[in-house]
């Protein structure tokens, strides 16, 4: 099994006190941060996230494979911003909408969305619809990443939408929603351009909206 097969392993069974060294001996060998993330950490991630689907491993299981990701990317980081190694997939701005306090699930998607190569803008929870816009704008964000787990505030999320027509700015980022009380229908019906029902199947749907050109 080569370094990166076993990287790979260790996010998926969430080993984080054997990550920070062997992303070090990785890079000792003059592995690029690139290929440590696309190698290591993305098969890795979606080795659980193939599992999650198969309900052969559930959210702890998801937890701990994206802390253990997190691990990584911090040896990794400083790395990753010095000069032209690597290049982020595209840019996700995602947060809880207003009057939700809700982030379990927000952050497990935000951290397995960095893991797998994406620069990822956390918010945090009761965003206003403003905060959204304006960090979109700031970021050129490819993508707006909406979360809710209390229903009454799901509403919020077309009021995000709608604010993006109203500045110009819709045909400019794509937006996902994601949350409890959030289904294809409702995504749908306030015209979001995806649902993911959990975190894996996030990853997957960002990574084809960003295969999709922007207007």
């Given amino acids: 099994m080569s370094s990166l097969q076993q990287l790979a392993e260790y996010v998926e069974k969430g080993k984080s006190e054997e990550i920070s060294s062997l992303v070090q001996k990785l890079l000792g060998d003059n592995i690029s941060a690139d290929r440590i993330v696309s190698e290591g950490l993305v098969p890795g991630l979606d080795a659980i996230g193939e599992k999650f689907s198969k309900f052969e ?19 990794l980081r400083p790395k990753m911003t010095e000069g032209t190694l690597h290049k982020p997939m595209g840019t996700v701005v995602i947060g809880t909408v207003a009057g939700d306090v809700h982030d379990v699930g927000k952050n497990i998607v935000a951290m397995m969305l960095e893991g797998g190569g994406f620069k990822v803008i956390d918010l945090g929870v009761n965003v206003p619809t403003a905060s959204f816009l304006k960090e979109v704008r700031y970021q050129e964000a490819e993508i707006l990443a909406l979360s809710s787990l209390y229903t009454p505030t799901r509403l919020a999320m077309k009021d995000v939408i709608q604010a ?19 289904d294809q229908a409702f995504c749908d019906l306030i015209g979001a351009d995806g649902y993911a029902p959990d975190a894996p199947q996030a990853v997957k749907m960002a990574k084809s909206l960003i295969a999709v050109p922007k207007q």
């Fill in 164 to 182: 993006l027509k109203d500045q110009g700015m819709r045909d400019k980022v794509k937006v996902m929603v994601g949350g409890a009380p959030i």
């Fill in 57 to 75: 491993a559930f959210v702890p299981e998801l937890m701990v494979a994206a802390m253990a990701a997190q691990e990584a990317l911090k040896v």
